[in-house]
């Protein structure tokens, strides 16, 4: 079983860039799909970005399009999200998924990291 650990959310300015990573425990890491969802106080969970196993395809919300790029590197079992001209809208906490194909549908991941929170300040 895949056990997933966000980190390198933090407090950033509108504008400003910051880099997550996800680093997931287990043998079996390249053979999931991963995703980034993100949830703001008083709203639902959404999803933000996708990747396949092998990494030849991701996917985005149109919201981060051109802004978030979702990558993996299989050799050291981690996922990350290049975040660059965040907004204050972008505030939320930051959570990675592992699921068998990849999709926007959050019913579809079924091991779920902790979160991680990223705050932009105006």
């Known amino acids: 079983q895949v056990q997933l650990v966000e980190s390198g959310g933090g407090l950033v300015q509108a504008g400003g860039s910051l880099r997550l990573s996800c680093a997931a425990s287990?043998?079996?890491?390249?053979?999931?799909?991963m995703a980034w969802f993100r949830q703001a106080p008083g709203k639902e969970r959404e999803y933000v970005a996708a990747i396949t196993w092998s990494g030849t395809n991701t996917y985005y919300a149109d919201s981060v399009k051109g802004r978030f790029t979702i990558s993996r590197d299989n050799s050291k079992n981690t996922v990350y999200l290049q975040m660059n001209s965040l907004k204050p809208e972008d505030t939320a906490i930051y959570y990675c998924a592992a699921g068998r194909i990849a999709t926007t549908q959050r019913h579809a991941y079924d091991i779920w990291g902790q979160g991680t929170q990223v705050t932009v300040s105006s």
């Open positions: 287990g043998r079996t890491f390249s053979s999931y799909a």
